[in-house]
Protein backbone atom coordinates (compact mmCIF):
# COMPACT_ATOMS: atom_id res chain seq x y z
CA UNK A 1 0.00 0.00 0.00
CA UNK A 2 1.61 3.38 -0.95
CA UNK A 3 2.33 5.68 1.79
CA UNK A 4 -0.09 8.06 2.85
CA UNK A 5 -3.03 6.96 0.17
CA UNK A 6 -5.53 5.09 2.65
CA UNK A 7 -4.97 3.92 5.96
CA UNK A 8 -6.10 0.58 7.40
CA UNK A 9 -9.28 1.72 8.83
CA UNK A 10 -10.31 3.35 5.48
CA UNK A 11 -9.93 6.82 6.05
CA UNK A 12 -8.40 9.19 3.29
CA UNK A 13 -4.34 9.29 4.50
CA UNK A 14 -2.33 12.71 4.56
CA UNK A 15 -1.21 12.83 1.12
CA UNK A 16 -4.82 12.68 -0.57
CA UNK A 17 -6.37 15.19 1.70
CA UNK A 18 -3.42 17.89 0.92
CA UNK A 19 -3.62 16.97 -2.75
CA UNK A 20 -7.20 17.34 -2.96
CA UNK A 21 -7.37 20.60 -1.12
CA UNK A 22 -3.95 22.44 -3.25
CA UNK A 23 -5.90 20.75 -6.32
CA UNK A 24 -8.64 23.88 -6.12
CA UNK A 25 -8.43 27.25 -6.67
CA UNK A 26 -9.23 29.25 -3.10
CA UNK A 27 -11.70 30.36 -4.63
CA UNK A 28 -13.43 27.64 -5.88
CA UNK A 29 -15.95 25.71 -3.79
CA UNK A 30 -14.13 22.32 -2.24
CA UNK A 31 -16.15 19.00 -2.92
CA UNK A 32 -13.94 16.47 -1.29
CA UNK A 33 -14.95 13.33 -2.67
CA UNK A 34 -14.12 10.62 0.13
CA UNK A 35 -14.13 7.48 -2.14
CA UNK A 36 -12.25 8.94 -4.83
CA UNK A 37 -9.64 10.10 -2.27
CA UNK A 38 -9.17 6.59 -1.22
CA UNK A 39 -9.58 4.97 -4.46
CA UNK A 40 -6.04 3.35 -5.42
CA UNK A 41 -6.72 3.99 -9.05
CA UNK A 42 -6.16 6.61 -12.42
CA UNK A 43 -9.31 8.40 -10.94
CA UNK A 44 -7.22 9.24 -8.15
CA UNK A 45 -5.16 12.18 -9.02
CA UNK A 46 -2.66 11.58 -6.37
CA UNK A 47 -2.63 8.35 -6.83
CA UNK A 48 -1.90 8.89 -10.21
CA UNK A 49 0.93 11.05 -10.06
CA UNK A 50 2.24 9.10 -7.33
CA UNK A 51 2.38 5.39 -9.66
CA UNK A 52 4.15 7.63 -12.28
CA UNK A 53 7.00 8.31 -10.16
CA UNK A 54 6.87 4.94 -8.85
CA UNK A 55 6.98 3.66 -12.51
CA UNK A 56 10.05 6.10 -13.06
CA UNK A 57 12.15 4.40 -10.17
CA UNK A 58 10.74 1.07 -11.60
CA UNK A 59 12.70 1.76 -15.14
CA UNK A 60 15.49 2.75 -12.94
CA UNK A 61 15.79 0.29 -11.09
CA UNK A 62 15.57 -2.24 -13.60
CA UNK A 63 18.12 -0.59 -15.59
CA UNK A 64 20.83 -0.66 -12.33
CA UNK A 65 23.14 1.99 -13.30
CA UNK A 66 24.28 5.39 -12.26
CA UNK A 67 21.12 7.41 -13.11
CA UNK A 68 23.64 10.83 -11.84
CA UNK A 69 25.68 9.75 -14.89
CA UNK A 70 23.16 10.08 -17.35
CA UNK A 71 23.63 13.57 -17.93
CA UNK A 72 26.68 12.91 -19.17
CA UNK A 73 26.08 10.43 -21.84
CA UNK A 74 22.97 11.04 -22.50
CA UNK A 75 22.68 12.20 -26.30
CA UNK A 76 19.14 13.86 -25.78
CA UNK A 77 18.79 14.01 -30.11
CA UNK A 78 17.92 10.54 -29.49
CA UNK A 79 14.52 11.70 -28.01
CA UNK A 80 12.62 12.14 -31.36
CA UNK A 81 9.15 10.09 -31.03
CA UNK A 82 5.85 12.07 -30.45
CA UNK A 83 5.40 11.48 -26.67
CA UNK A 84 9.18 12.24 -25.67
CA UNK A 85 8.84 15.47 -27.60
CA UNK A 86 5.30 15.91 -25.50
CA UNK A 87 7.45 14.61 -21.86
CA UNK A 88 10.34 16.82 -22.84
CA UNK A 89 8.06 19.84 -23.79
CA UNK A 90 6.25 19.05 -20.46
CA UNK A 91 9.27 19.26 -18.52
CA UNK A 92 10.45 22.15 -19.64
CA UNK A 93 7.92 24.01 -18.53
CA UNK A 94 8.05 23.27 -14.61
CA UNK A 95 10.84 25.94 -13.99
CA UNK A 96 7.81 28.50 -15.22
CA UNK A 97 4.52 26.71 -13.87
CA UNK A 98 6.39 26.88 -10.38
CA UNK A 99 7.41 30.67 -10.42
CA UNK A 100 3.39 31.28 -11.44
CA UNK A 101 2.61 29.11 -8.75
CA UNK A 102 4.49 31.29 -6.15
CA UNK A 103 3.70 34.31 -7.24
CA UNK A 104 0.00 33.67 -7.44
CA UNK A 105 0.32 32.02 -4.18
CA UNK A 106 -1.90 28.91 -6.27
CA UNK A 107 -0.22 25.84 -5.68
CA UNK A 108 -3.33 24.27 -7.66
CA UNK A 109 -1.07 25.12 -10.82
CA UNK A 110 1.46 22.72 -9.33
CA UNK A 111 -1.13 19.87 -8.84
CA UNK A 112 -2.47 20.74 -12.28
CA UNK A 113 1.18 20.48 -13.88
CA UNK A 114 1.82 17.46 -11.95
CA UNK A 115 -1.12 15.63 -13.04
CA UNK A 116 -0.49 16.40 -16.79
CA UNK A 117 3.30 15.29 -16.30
CA UNK A 118 2.05 11.86 -15.05
CA UNK A 119 -0.56 11.33 -18.03
CA UNK A 120 2.42 12.62 -20.29
CA UNK A 121 4.40 10.09 -18.53
CA UNK A 122 2.21 7.52 -18.25
CA UNK A 123 1.77 7.80 -22.49
CA UNK A 124 5.18 7.22 -22.91
CA UNK A 125 5.82 4.14 -20.21
CA UNK A 126 2.64 2.39 -22.82
CA UNK A 127 4.26 3.36 -26.13
CA UNK A 128 7.44 3.09 -25.88
CA UNK A 129 10.71 0.23 -24.41
CA UNK A 130 13.37 1.59 -22.87
CA UNK A 131 16.07 -0.66 -21.92
CA UNK A 132 16.93 -0.85 -25.89
CA UNK A 133 20.11 -2.81 -26.91
CA UNK A 134 20.78 0.37 -28.90
CA UNK A 135 23.12 2.62 -26.22
CA UNK A 136 22.29 6.02 -27.25
CA UNK A 137 18.74 5.83 -27.26
CA UNK A 138 18.40 3.31 -24.33
CA UNK A 139 20.88 6.23 -22.41
CA UNK A 140 19.07 9.42 -23.99
CA UNK A 141 15.16 7.54 -22.44
CA UNK A 142 16.64 6.94 -19.34
CA UNK A 143 17.49 10.38 -18.94
CA UNK A 144 14.25 11.30 -19.48
CA UNK A 145 12.68 9.03 -17.16
CA UNK A 146 15.26 10.49 -14.73
CA UNK A 147 14.39 13.95 -15.06
CA UNK A 148 10.68 12.90 -15.37
CA UNK A 149 11.16 11.09 -11.64
CA UNK A 150 12.96 14.21 -10.62
CA UNK A 151 10.39 16.59 -11.66
CA UNK A 152 7.32 14.81 -9.80
CA UNK A 153 9.48 13.97 -6.83
CA UNK A 154 10.17 17.80 -6.43
CA UNK A 155 6.24 18.81 -7.42
CA UNK A 156 4.97 16.61 -4.80
CA UNK A 157 7.48 17.54 -1.90
CA UNK A 158 6.16 21.12 -2.36
CA UNK A 159 2.82 19.75 -1.99
CA UNK A 160 3.65 18.24 0.95
CA UNK A 161 2.82 14.73 -0.51
CA UNK A 162 5.33 11.95 -0.36
CA UNK A 163 6.96 10.41 -3.68
CA UNK A 164 6.82 6.41 -3.29
CA UNK A 165 9.08 4.36 -4.93
CA UNK A 166 7.19 0.96 -5.24
CA UNK A 167 3.61 0.63 -5.16
Given at each position: ???G?????????K???R??Y?????D???????????A???????Y?????????????A??G????????VA??????M??????L????D???T???????L??????????DLA????SYYN???F?V?D??T???R?????????????G??????S?????
Amino acid sequence: MPHGCLSASGRVGKDAARFFYVLRKSDQHLDFDLDLAKAQSNDNPVYYIQYAHARCCSVLAKWGGDAAMLGAVADLAKLAMPNELTLLARLGDYPETVEIAARELAPHHIAYYLRDLAADFHSYYNAEQFLVDDESTRFARLALVSATRQVLQNGLELLGVSAPEKM
